[in-house]
């Protein structure tokens, strides 16, 4: 997903600029570097940004410099242990210094923004790290990785909330005044039913109900056994249980929206739960944190991420949460990014180093 992104190029002039000062900790350029990283289950993206002028704050260059980008695999410590986990952090971003021609001394600030961080202890562990491995005037901030895909919308601001729907959902709030709260998030046997996981395992259930006499006849069984070279919902139940990647089982989402588009009833009930979970993730943060102020009509944004809300695309799957939640609380504006999550994450270390330079 992250291959779409307009920051995905480096800005050459940029480069230039920043290999000005040439030689040890000076490759980040006059005002040093910032490192943004946003690790996930899936992989892990580190960039590398000049520091801006600190004063810089509505006007930010569009596009955003960029001296280099590097991805790894999984820095989730809970998927892969702490060590991996540690070492593919240290790696992306020694990765990233050395392709932006810079060291680890050219660095002004940190945000690593990474799945499985969800406890104090988890952030101070991985601060720790980082505490051990650049100087100590270098700013650093941990937080999950919905902090990054927040601010990729926002523009480095950690105020309102996103909505993650991808292979799992998450909805996650943030405050002016530094309260969170999340809602769903917790994988696909604890109920996050408007993932494109949840989605999929409806349909796969859809159609063993109806093989069996239990549930309605549905286009879907055709269509997702024909996308999967199957030739009976039999055979349906050996492919499920073959492999645990829920990856898997979540790429069948764009078979259940041809279905429903198609005029299905049962693929379309599918996707109006899958949209009623996610408006409900996103209602209960919302609540809590009392985003649209006390009466309810205030107005906030709310950050689009993942395969399944991208854009507009078939079914419109995004639109009709937005509708949805806009029932509730008229005065959602939702924004679709326009870069990756781990320029979210540069642009919040970039805010986290000014503010720091205010105090
Ligand atoms: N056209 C489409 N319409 C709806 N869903 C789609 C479409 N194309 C892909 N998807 C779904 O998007 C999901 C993958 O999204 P994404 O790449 O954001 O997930 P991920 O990064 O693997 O998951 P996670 O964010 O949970 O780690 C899959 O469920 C896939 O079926």
């Known amino acids: 997903m992250t291959k779409k992104y307009r920051n995905g190029e480096i800005w050459e002039f940029e480069r230039e600029m920043s290999g000005r000062t040439g030689g040890g900790g000076g490759g980040g350029g006059v005002g040093g570097v910032i490192l943004g990283i946003d690790g996930g289950t899936t ?59 810079s060291d680890r001394s050219a660095v002004q600030a940190i945000c690593l923004s990474v799945s499985g961080v969800n406890h104090p ?61 999340r809602a769903a998030g917790a994988g696909p046997i604890l109920g996050d039913w408007g993932s494109g996981y949840g989605i999929s395992a409806q349909a796969l259930t859809a159609i063993i109900r109806a093989h069996d006499g239990r549930g309605p006849q549905t286009k879907l069984t055709n269509s997702i056994l024909q996308t999967l070279g199957l030739s009976s919902a039999d055979e349906l139940i050996g492919w499920t249980y073959a492999d645990s990647s829920w990856a898997r089982i979540a790429a069948l989402v764009p078979a259940v929206v041809s279905c429903a588009e198609s005029g299905d009833e049962v693929a379309n009930n599918i996707l109006q739960d899958a949209v009623k979970e996610l408006a409900l993730s996103v209602n209960a943060v919302v609540q809590r944190l009392g985003l649209s102020g006390s009466d309810g009509k205030g107005s906030f944004p709310l950050v689009m991420v993942g395969g399944v809300i991208e854009g507009n695309k078939g079914w419109g799957i995004a639109q009709e949460v937005i509708n949805c939640i806009s029932k509730d609380y008229p005065g959602v504006v939702p924004i679709w990014p326009k870069v990756e999550p781990a320029i979210g994450a540069a642009l919040l270390a970039w805010n986290f180093l000014k503010d720091s330079h205010q105090e």
């Open 43 to 101: 992989s892990t993206i580190c960039v590398c940004v000049p520091l801006l002028p600190l004063q810089q704050s509505l006007h930010l260059p569009d596009p955003l410099p960029l001296l280099a980008r590097v991805e790894a695999g999984c820095s989730n410590h809970n998927s892969v242990g702490e060590t991996a986990a540690r070492e593919t952090l240290e790696q992306v971003m020694a990765e990233a210094l050395s392709r932006s021609g």
């Open 121 to 181: 202890t988890d952030q101070q562990r991985i601060l720790n790290w980082l505490r051990d491995m650049f100087p100590s005037h270098v700013k650093l901030y941990v937080r999950n990785d919905a902090a990054a895909a927040l601010a990729s919308g926002t523009m480095g601001r950690l105020s309102g909330c996103v909505l993650i729907a991808g292979t799992g959902s998450i909805a996650f709030g943030f405050t002016d005044d530094g309260r969170e709260a």
